[in-house]
């Protein structure tokens, strides 16, 4: 029995005032008379608010408004013997962990499925969870078509594994079961729910009571699921109407493509068409942004809001992804802000310190030992740095003191840290509380007695679904008694925390596998799927001023003004869903709509909101590129918009004044003579006393020297501005500590031979390999390295320290070891102390030569040529600041490093080395490369005159190092070293820079 003609809303009009328009002429206006139906909520509100503004002139009943979900419940409340209870979806996937296993036992032994009911029988929820979320989620679907899924018993496909293809290939079977089991509970999910109503609907029954006498509107719909095409075409037969808002062209062959599924609809039912209102001629105005990221997007977005004051209008500010709402939040100009959509609780800042507690829980060893990088993590999260307590005389004490000192004290600590330290009175937290006033360590104390097991020790020990939700109560707790008032300035944060409370706690402990016994995977991964489902929803009241809402949240809205954010074809239509269970591929196969189907919806979306605005902008990103299948693109529907108009304009759209494409453009500051500012620091007569101070109280280091040569601006952060990295535990190999240790053995071996002429034959091999043991394991800082580092050091080091004795020259005297040197000279009026530690130095026949142990490859010696170019020397002895940095940065990449030059200079000038200069003169300075056969490599070749040699020590070393402090005294900035430099990539402040190495 055919229906009634279908109501077409052009989508250029407004569809709640159209719909308004509707139920008047069909009631014979009496809209009290009248049920809506649509589907979702959110237009619910706008119905009612445009109802309530007209009922100040005239009072009517307003017509009862219902989304799809209720309207199936009255179905089934009228046609069945009631609603089921709603099953989450943990029952759910303990429901069908039990199907699957009795499905098996219906199957001959040594089938497929029985080989993996072992699996699940073996393992436990462990390793059916991940599928089990995956195939309630499928049946679901299936339910929501009313599609009967037999096995796909050839769905062995490359694309999915064999657990999914056994499950494929019995899932007729496991759906059989499962809706007997759900029958036999009387529960039911929101597919099942809409199945029983579509099938109690064939069986003709009477309409529901609630639906008799009144005028029944299903309004908005764009593809009905196969339920909701059983369910809504009852109703059409027996009287009901069919609202679409469309393109008024539907019916012809010309109507947008992405009204197709409303074209189908109308053929399959051999339905007719009528037109309510003609459609409003609107002819929006496009404006499009590029930027090259989203922050370049928003730079333009108050801008554009403000170009139009009309306040009449009605804007929106669209989301194709959640993760925009805050950044957007921050630059909106406009304090009557209105936000309408659901906020996932996977993204807010309570989520993300239950998975801070997840990781370090996940970082335990079989020991219970926790890795300190996580718990750092964990102690410097906001929502714990807020938390207070109130004293003994009841006032707040603020608790972030304590979480700086416990952040400082776990840099200092171990990297694993035994759960002892943690508990009452372990060593960590005492370290906290040292020096605390005595009031405030004892509500410390107190505090952390409470907050320690509620943020670890109960994790830790949490096994079942029970143990969770007690984890999840005692945390929420915590922040509840200890956030106070705190909670009022964070609505987002107090609303998640809200949805933890009513939700997710409740959902565990009245799960029907409470209390069976999970590893801690399993339950890790059970709380993060639930936090991955959980929405906070935000409901716009009132629904006036600017409407910061996501795409989906747009339908049968509208808006005069639109500004769409980020609108990239990886966000719109988005990229198509990887289910492991059933691919994209094999979708048709049990009849369920693909990704082609879903593009076509998010396409309606998209056209039906921009076809009845008056402005649109349309902003995207492209060119951003983290790897190289993953460069940002603007989507395909914002391409069919350009090339309208270039159809339209006879042109190629282009970026530029007068054009409606304008691309990001920022560019950098200029200086006052028209250069564009770079990274150099302009020097200012109180940077120049600070570096005066330094070289006169602090003293320089052959290292800070060999920072200036390579940097001037690292010098000038690192040394004046005394920038440092945080302190960190070191987790890789430590290269620092192993030379250290290197340093102490080779110190210790050598001692005894002090004075005295000395080769590598005078040190006993075992006495070096028992002395490096020895202090290896003294090294608490070594024993934190990973455990194959640690036996490699253990085995190299001492054979790497015997083959330098075998190749080691031999010393008329062993002079000094690890010996200090000092020295002052006079420069630019400043006395400049010079500071170093020479790791050994000895007299030979040629005379006296430094030593400095190297326990890397690094050979960081000068260019052979550097002493022989007296061009150089000449332009070094007469450099001025009006000169520039060019000869500094020559000199660098000549000298590589000062250290060894240095060391001499120092040795000449110290006045505790006159003893040993009156044994001989300075000869030479070598690196000692331990790391292979403990070669020496010189810093004068031997094949060089002895006069040549002199002159180098004598003159230019010194030449050397007073071009670099009277360039350091008197230089004009601070530059910056070249762009690419060797250095820049382990450069500490290389951020601030700005730049990126290859």
């Known amino acids: 029995m055919a229906g009634s003609p279908y109501i077409l809303l052009p989508w250029s009009n407004d569809f709640q005032r159209g719909m308004q328009q509707a139920v008047w002429k069909l009631t014979g206006g009496h809209p009290g008379n009248a049920v809506l139906v649509f589907p979702n909520k959110r237009p619910r509100r706008y119905m009612l608010d445009m109802y309530r503004r007209d009922a100040a002139q005239v009072p009517r009943l307003m017509p009862v408004i219902l989304d799809r979900r209720t309207f199936t419940w009255l179905c089934l409340e009228s046609w069945t013997n009631g609603v089921p209870d709603p099953a989450c979806l943990l029952d759910r996937v303990a429901m069908l962990k039990d199907c699957v296993l009795k499905a098996a036992q219906e199957k001959t032994s040594g089938s497929a499925l029985c080989r993996l009911a072992g699996e699940i029988e073996a393992k436990g929820m462990a390793s059916f969870y991940p599928w089990g979320i995956r195939l309630a989620r499928l049946l679901d679907e299936c339910d929501s078509h009313i599609l009967d899924a037999a096995g796909l018993t050839y769905a062995d496909d490359e694309n999915i594994s064999q657990y999914a293809s056994i499950l494929l290939e019995n899932l007729g079977a496991i759906r059989r079961l499962y809706h007997a ?42 593809r009905p699921n196969g339920a909701e095409n059983t369910l809504f075409r009852y109703f059409w037969e027996h009287g009901a109407h069919i609202c679409l808002h469309t393109d008024p062209l539907v019916p012809s062959p010309n109507a947008h493509w992405s009204c197709q599924d409303h074209s189908a609809w109308i053929r399959s039912w051999h339905a007719g068409t009528i037109l309510l209102e003609k459609p409003i001629p609107v002819a929006p105005t496009l404006r499009f942004f590029a930027g090259y990221d989203l922050h370049s997007q928003l730079s333009s977005l108050p801008e554009n809001l403000e170009s139009c004051n009309d306040r009449r209008l009605k804007k929106a500010v669209v989301l194709s992804h959640d993760s925009l709402l805050l950044p957007v939040l921050h630059c909106l100009p406009d304090s009557n802000i209105n936000i309408s959509l659901g906020y996932p609780l996977q993204r807010s800042m309570l989520a993300q310190l239950i998975e801070r507690v997840l ?112 984890c999840l109560e005692g945390l929420c707790s915590l922040l509840l008694d200890c956030g106070g008032d705190i909670w009022e300035k964070f609505p987002l944060d107090a609303e998640c925390l809200a949805r933890i409370i009513q939700n997710v706690t409740p959902s565990f402990s009245s799960s029907m596998m409470v209390n069976e016994t999970l590893p801690q995977e399993t339950l890790f991964t059970i709380l993060r799927q639930e936090l991955a489902i959980q929405r906070v929803p935000f409901e716009a009241d009132p629904i006036e001023g600017l409407q910061v809402l996501g795409m989906l949240e747009t339908r049968l809205l509208h808006f005069d003004e639109v500004h769409l954010l980020d609108m990239t074809e990886d966000a719109l239509p988005g990229e198509p869903s990887r289910d492991p269970l059933l691919p994209d591929n094999l979708r048709p196969l049990l009849g369920l709509p693909d990704s082609n189907s879903r593009d076509r919806l998010a396409a309606h979306t998209f056209f039906r909101l921009l076809a009845g605005v008056k402005k649109a902008f349309i902003y995207w990103q492209e060119g951003v590129q983290s790897g190289l299948m993953d460069k940002k693109t603007r989507s395909r529907f914002v391409e069919e918009l350009i090339w309208s108009w270039e159809k339209q304009h006879g042109k190629i759209l282009k970026s530029g004044a007068e054009s409606p494409l304008q691309e990001a453009d920022f560019p950098l500051p200029e200086h006052a003579d028209g250069t564009q500012t770079c990274l150099d620091i302009k020097r200012t007569p109180d940077m120049n006393g600070a570096v005066a101070d330094f070289l006169e109280q602090n003293g320089l280091s052959s290292s800070a020297i060999d920072s200036y040569l390579a940097c001037p601006r690292q010098f000038f952060l690192r040394y004046l501005c005394r920038f440092r990295e945080p302190d960190a535990i070191q987790e890789d190999d430590d290269p620092i500590g192993v030379g250290n240790l290197i340093h102490a053995v080779l110190e210790e071996s050598f001692a005894p031979f002090l004075g005295r002429a000395f080769s590598g034959s005078s040190v006993e091999a075992g006495c070096v390999t028992e002395i490096f043991l020895k202090k290896l394991r003294q090294d608490t800082s070594l024993q934190n390295l990973p455990l194959q580092s640690l036996f490699m050091l253990e085995e190299a080091g001492p054979k790497r320290l015997r ?69 150089l020397w000449k332009r070094l002895d007469a450099w001025t600041p009006q000169d520039g940095d060019g000869l500094l940065a020559e000199l660098a990449g000549k000298l590589k490093s000062v250290q060894l030059p240095f060391y001499i200079m120092l040795f000449n000038h110290d006045p505790t080395c006159a003893a040993f200069r009156k044994k001989g003169k300075i000869a030479n300075a070598a690196l000692i490369e331990l790391a292979s056969e403990g070669k020496e490599f010189r810093l004068l070749s031997p094949d060089m005159e002895s006069i040549a040699m002199q002159d180098v020590i004598q003159r230019k070393i010194p030449a050397l190092l007073h071009f670099i402090l009277r360039h350091m005294l008197t230089a004009a900035t601070f530059s910056a070293a070249t762009e690419g430099a060797r250095h820049c990539t382990v450069c500490p402040f290389k951020d601030s820079c700005k730049r990126i190495y290859q």
């Open 181 to 222: 089991r759900m029958s036999e509970k009387n529960m039911s999910s929101s597919g099942l729910e809409a199945r029983l109503a579509a099938q109690a609907s064939q069986k003709s029954p009477e309409m529901p009571q609630r639906l008799r006498g009144k005028m029944l509107l299903i309004a908005g719909f764009v």
């Open 359 to 470: 990781l370090l829980c996940e970082s335990s060893d079989a020991n219970g030992r926790l890795h300190w990088k996580e718990l750092l993590g964990l102690v410097r999260h906001p929502c714990l740095r807020i938390l207070k307590v109130i004293g003994e005389s009841g006032e707040d004490i603020p608790m972030a003191s304590l979480f700086r000192r416990m952040d400082s004290a776990i840099r200092s600590g171990e990297r694993m840290i035994p759960r002892q330290a943690l508990e009452s009175g372990g060593s960590l937290l005492l370290q906290a509380e040292t020096g605390m006033p005595a009031a405030i360590a004892t509500a410390a104390r107190r505090f952390l007695e409470r907050a320690m097991p509620v943020l670890v020790f109960n994790w830790l020990e949490a096994r079942t679904l029970s143990d969770l939700s007690s």
């Open 803 to 871: 083959t330098y004795l075998e190749n080691m020259p031999a010393s008329n005297e062993l002079l000094c070891l690890e010996k200090t040197l000092h020295a002052a000279i006079e420069v630019q009026g400043h006395t400049c102390i010079l500071l170093g530690k020479a790791d050994r130095i000895d007299l030979r026949d040629n005379g006296i030569i430094i030593l400095d142990y190297k326990t890397g490859k690094t050979r960081r010696l000068p260019d052979s040529d550097i002493w022989k170019d007296e061009g």
